[in-house]
């Protein structure tokens, strides 16, 4: 048992050995929401690439999301409460500006007995749950850790109000269970991160789940850190890695890679423009022929609003991005953006579906934004069989069993969650019968706002 090692021995090959994805059973077909909001055919399917997103109502917020699939994962692989010594969450969904979803967590350990549980929420939009693995990976490489194992939850629900925004909503949590002698074994040394102070999303109303959005400036807000991150990660990564450290890493040397998903033409782009940053280091290459044009904008200015630099590098990638990027991309499509749990839903997809033969001692690139911003890129190296995640994630099955509902239910649940956000002593009307076996949900909020959850 892996949760049993001394605490005197350094652990090594820290990585992940479990996931675990979550995703409400309600959803909305995007072609029937474009029709609805009387936007052009294709505006939601083809301009973002989103084909469903998932529904929420008022049964559901973050602290039933993330209770779900932290008891699922501890169902599924067996474990003991016990065995955790570390728990962090990454959320943006704020229902109480001082206590933690982590401790609400802690519920799901009295019977254990153990209480001994570092860590509590960390929050920066859609940068959390990524933040929060960077702990869990110092917690267990640390002088601190006692030879448990750590767990992190990214969890969030995505709404929008009314407009352009609402397309790119969603919801969803992962929790992603973390440490040594894991088959799928993080980069030491290579983590490449990129912060500054930003207003492109941000939630300063405080009784709204809805943000305040400028949609044009975070897209580029995101090109520009993919820009900062990668390169700097191809440098970090070829000093320490290469037998040649003046020979940088490629998008080309890395199998797959993994973004944050807000929406997934955008990780497209960005995938274009990694490559745009490879050609910058060497235009001269025969290879960079046919986009060699572009290499005079460098990282100008006017190089972030190019349209044709856009789909030329798109267009340039196209066939390395359906087989590198776009098997992550299932659960980002089906079901929309989940903020801190979008990078990991997208990573879920790609161990969900990719067979042992193509992903064993393959390199997983990871990029990760959250606006304001911050973001990171990084990796890791998939060391042995990943069959224990395919029978144990099992999305596309999953999401095959949903229940499907119309655009006008749709908007009548965002609604119903706008007229209910802040409430007390109030007993939620959703109904619970949709819900799979095993999904807790709100079944009140008290006269001093305190919530109790069951599970169906």
Sequence with gaps: MVGSISNTTFPANVGIHALEFYFPSKYVEQTELEQFDGVSAGKYTIGLGQTQMAVCDDREDVNSIALTVVQNLVEKHNLSFKDIGFLEVGTESIIDKSKSVKTVLMSLFEESGNYDVEGIDTKNACYGGTASVFHAVDWVESSSWDGRLALVVAADIASYAEG???PTGGAGAVAILIGPNAPLVFD??????HMNHLWDFYKPELASEYPTVDGHFSNTCYIRSVDACYSLYTK????RYSANPEQLIKSQDLDHVVFHAPNCKLVQKAYGRMAYNDMLQDPENEAYASVKEYATLAHSEESYYDKNLERA???FTKSEYQKKVL??????TNVGNMYTASVWASFSSLL????DEDIINKRIGVFSYGSGSAASFFSLKVVSSTQKFRDALDIKSRLEKRVKVTPEVFAGLLKLREETAMLKDYNPIGDVST????TYYLQRIDEK?????LRA
Excluded: H, N
């Design 164 to 166: 352009p925004a609402r």
């Design 188 to 193: 030491q040394g290579v983590r490449s991160t």
């Design 236 to 239: 970090k990564y070829s000093k």
């Design 313 to 315: 590098m798109m267009q």
């Design 327 to 332: 098997p992550s991309l299932y659960a980002a």
């Design 352 to 355: 969900s579906s990719t067979a």
């Design 435 to 438: 819900m799979v076996k095993g």
């Design 449 to 453: 706002f305190r919530r109790t959850y």
